[in-house]
């Protein structure tokens, strides 16, 4: 039995109160529910926007760095979350499942960021005699490689020992500085220059005034008197950051003190740690997506090389990898000069053919060089007579510093980047190792705005996806259509789907008259790479079926024809982006968070257990919150009382209105239209009033309690009558109106709001007393007539239909409710006349004809 019918049923033993308060109950209920949805849409809409925004940056476009990701990953997470428990409020716990989802995905998000962590414990120092590759977390990997030189290649380097990780997160947390260190830079951004100008003098100075631990300084002296076998050796010393000179190079962005005094070394190790936290080097380290926890500095102190001659050697072409040929950079005196660019080097080019043959050389005049003082420094002096012009390096030693070349690409596996050096007994040493990384520069031309000889069919449209697209249009009318979708068409829609996924491996492009790039089709096509304008407005129009048509996706245009000037020679601008840590941890997350496995609604596969992702789950809970605040109609009727206010329309109909909130202005003891604030039943309502209504009108209901006191006597078949009132539940974007008109029901829900993506609208039909043949045909001319205005889903069974579009911007949707409200009353006992299917074709083309004809759809 209907809720109405409970109320009336006092006969049974129930009483007017217990029902007031059951339908008191209801009405709270139902209002619980649309807060729940209201939230819920709010949280869909964050997630799809910051989806949209996280996938532009994937474009490398854009400066961002660390904290960009882990703030908005952490925002979609929790909004995520929220969705889910929203979804349960209107659903009554029904999707509990979605939970275990949701802390899988989270897991793997934590996954996506996480790395190693620097190691804790281990020894203070380490002697280059007992490190290799391996130890890159402790000893860094300047120091790790320099160890795998000579003692796995035999490589000659000179005397040295690591201070390790675990030194420097004793010296950190000796004085107090790691957890306040990292705290203070996490909460910093690659934009703000200034601030981190500013955190880095702070640091730094603190790390310069700090004292080592005594353990710590006893374990570096006792080690260099072991290392270099009690002499008062000159050293320098180098930064070996936890993650320098490995994938990423971070060259440049630490301290080096050359020819370093014994008694001077504790204080270069805490400049050189110092210089962690340059400005410069906190910038790389965010942009390349490295947390603070990941920046552990170990130090290399090495021997120094009073170098005759040093420089630095490429084991190939950095310019262009299908070269093979070896680049040795050399210059007089200490090869610091050549690595920091003061002086213009000597170039060899050795081909890595199996007599390796120099085939070039440039030998210029070099005037200065740097040398090794005694004071602890280093002087700029210049270059004797017998050096200027001359070069610094013999062929022998060049055909030398090429074979260790190979022999360290080949064992290292990759291209090698070495610094090296000439003693001044001749001897060579090299300095450091670390891959080499060759990237492929090529350029595009920026796309032409100015196209001669061809038409262009659209100006204007939002690019979802950059690129270039040609081939024939296929304009999608229909969801069947894409089974016919052919190879390199370009699909031509009025609005999104993300049905249309289908045929992104066949698309050439994507036009639409709607949509924006916050929509889960907007996701998909940046995922799929498949150039898309949105939102043109006119495509359908101005666009033929079977037309051959280019598309502009970086400047925004359509035109006629193939365009040679675009599609011949547009080509992508490489994007140095995606080799960094950080386009692979927000690609990670993005994987987590974008990919839509979950398109059809209506598939067994559409359920909690299949979501894969953050964005299988929004859609989930989008699409089920959605069917579920349409479902929830238990209040079958209302009546002055109980919270709803009977509306003085002027139409032969019993309308109560329920305010959700913002529905109605005021507290009116007179409900009339002018006191209506709801978009959606503003439009709906201008639709009905503005139609010329049928003769005849439902049972005019009379009092509430006059119906209680006559229910005793009520038949059942009375009761249901008596049921036939209609009512609306109202909010400033909301609508769910059930109208009674005779023997038929129709149901409109409705949310209108500035958002497309929230926009839709739900109709429900039932009901005739007509024959069958005449109620099919009036089914099949409304289920027509909504396919005219967009209803993209479109469900009939018997006389039953159950349709629904969305995402429409705001004056669309609100001109379809309106034709909405006309078919309402066009339709009210057509049925009775529906005697064949001409007249149902006449009825249909005249409401076309006069109330959607020339509308901007």
């Not at 730094?204 to 080690?223: F, G, R, V, W, Y």
């Not at 001077?264 to 947390?291: C, E, H, M, Q, W």
């Not at 799929?528 to 280019?550: C, K, M, W």
């Not at 009905?688 to 005019?700: A, E, F, I, Y």
């Amino acid at each position: 039995m209907g809720f109405f019918k409970k109320i009336l049923g006092t006969f049974s033993g129930g009483s007017a109160k217990s029902a007031m308060d059951d339908y008191a109950a209801q009405k709270e209920m139902f209002a619980r529910k649309y807060t729940s949805f209201q939230s819920l849409l709010s949280a869909n809409n964050s997630i799809l926007e910051i989806m949209a925004d996280m996938e532009d940056k994937l474009s490398g476009e854009y400066l961002i760095d660390r904290l960009y990701i882990v703030q908005n990953a952490a925002a979609i997470t929790g909004n995520v979350k929220d969705l889910i428990d929203r979804l349960n409020e209107i659903a009554e716990g029904r999707y509990a499942e979605l939970y275990e989802r949701y802390q899988h995905i989270s897991a793997g998000l934590d996954e996506a960021f996480s790395r190693r962590r620097p190691v804790a414990g281990g020894s203070l120092t380490v002697a280059y005699d007992d490190i290799d590759k391996s130890m890159t977390d402790l000893v860094g990997g300047k120091n790790a490689n320099l160890g795998e030189m000579k003692n796995a290649v035999s490589v000659p380097i000179p005397k040295g020992f690591a201070i390790t990780s675990a030194a420097y997160i004793r010296f950190m947390q000796h004085n107090g500085f790691l957890d306040k260190i990292n705290q203070t830079l996490s909460a910093l951004t690659v934009n703000n220059l200034e601030a981190l100008r500013t955190a880095s003098r702070e640091i730094k100075e603190q790390i310069l005034n700090a004292q080592l631990p005594a353990d710590m300084h006893s374990a570096i002296m006792d080690t260099y008197e072991k290392v270099f076998e009690g002499r008062d050796t000159v050293v320098s010393i180098r930064s070996s950051a936890v993650e320098e000179d490995d994938e990423f190079s971070f060259a440049g962005q630490y301290s080096t003190y050359l020819n370093v005094k014994k008694a001077d070394v504790p204080a270069k190790y805490k400049a050189v740690i110092a210089s962690l936290f340059s400005d410069n080097a906190i910038f790389y380290y965010k942009t390349k997506g490295f947390r603070e926890s990941d920046m552990a500095m170990a130090v290399g102190v090495v021997e120094m090389v009073r170098a005759r001659a040093g420089g630095v050697m490429y084991s190939n072409d950095p310019n262009d990898a299908s070269i093979h040929n070896i680049i040795i950079n050399s210059a007089w005196g200490l090869g610091c000069t050549v690595v920091d660019g003061t002086v213009s080097p000597e170039t060899y080019t050795v081909a890595k053919t199996p007599e390796l043959k120099i085939i070039s050389r440039t030998i210029p005049e070099q005037s200065t060089m740097a040398v090794c003082n005694d004071t602890g420094s280093t002087d700029e002096v210049p270059t004797t007579d017998t050096m200027r012009g001359k070069a610094s390096v013999s062929d022998a030693q060049i055909m030398e510093l090429s074979k260790y070349a190979l022999t360290l690409e080949r064992h290292f596996g990759v291209t090698q980047d070495m610094e090296w050096a000439v003693d001044e007994g001749g001897g060579l040493l090299f300095l450091q190792t670390r891959p080499l990384h060759i990237y492929t520069h090529e350029t595009a031309p920026d796309v032409p705005t100015d196209i001669k000889g061809h038409q262009r069919l659209i100006g204007k449209g939002v690019v979802t996806c950059k690129g270039i697209g040609h081939g024939k249009a296929f304009i999608i009318r229909r969801e069947d259509d894409l089974l016919d979708f052919p190879q390199g068409g370009v699909l031509i829609s009025r609005t999104t789907s993300p049905r249309y996924v289908t045929v992104m491996n066949k698309a050439a492009a994507i036009v639409t008259n709607l949509g924006g790039t916050t929509g889960h089709m907007a996701s998909l096509v940046r995922e799929y790479q498949v150039p898309t304008l949105l939102d043109t407005e006119i495509a359908t129009e101005a666009i033929r079926h079977g037309q051959e048509i280019t598309v502009d996706a970086v400047n925004g245009y359509v035109y006629d024809g193939y365009v040679t000037e675009l599609i011949d020679n547009y080509e992508n601008r490489p994007n140095p982006f995606r080799e960094t840590l950080l386009f692979r941890i927000l690609s990670q997350v993005l994987k987590c968070i974008v990919p839509l496995n979950l398109t059809d609604p209506d598939s067994e596969q559409f359920c909690p257990a299949n979501c894969a992702t953050y964005h299988d789950i929004t859609r989930f809970a989008h699409e089920k919150a959605m069917r579920h605040m349409f479902l929830f109609t238990d209040v079958a009727a209302v009546q002055p009382g109980f919270g709803a206010v009977r509306m003085v329309t002027g139409l032969p109909i019993d309308l109560y209105v329920i305010d959700l909130g913002g529905g109605i202005e005021g507290t009116p003891k007179r409900l009339n239209p002018e006191h209506i604030r709801s978009i959606p039943f503003i439009a709906f309502f201008r639709g009905l009033t503005s139609m010329k209504w049928p003769q005849g009108r439902p049972l005019d209901v009379g009092g509430f309690m006059g119906m209680i006191a006559h229910s005793a006597t009520m038949s059942e078949a009375q009761i249901d009558e008596m049921a036939k009132c209609s009512f609306t539940f109202l909010s400033d974007h909301y609508m769910n109106f059930s109208i009674r008109l005779g023997y038929h029901l129709s149901l409109v829900e409705a949310y209108v709001s500035d958002n497309l993506n929230d926009n839709y609208i739900k109709f429900h039909f039932k009901g005739g007393g007509a024959q069958e043949d005449r109620r099919l045909r009036r089914v099949r001319l409304i289920s027509e007539i909504l396919r005219e205005i967009d209803f993209d889903s479109i469900v009939v069974k018997g006389d039953v239909i159950d349709a629904r579009l969305s995402k429409y911007k705001r004056q669309s949707i609100e001109q379809k409710m309106e034709i909405m409200g006309k078919l309402t009353v066009y339709t009210k006992q057509l049925d009775m006349v529906m005697y064949n299917d001409s007249v149902t074709d006449q009825y249909k083309a005249e409401f076309i004809k006069d109330h959607i004809a020339g509308c901007n759809k």
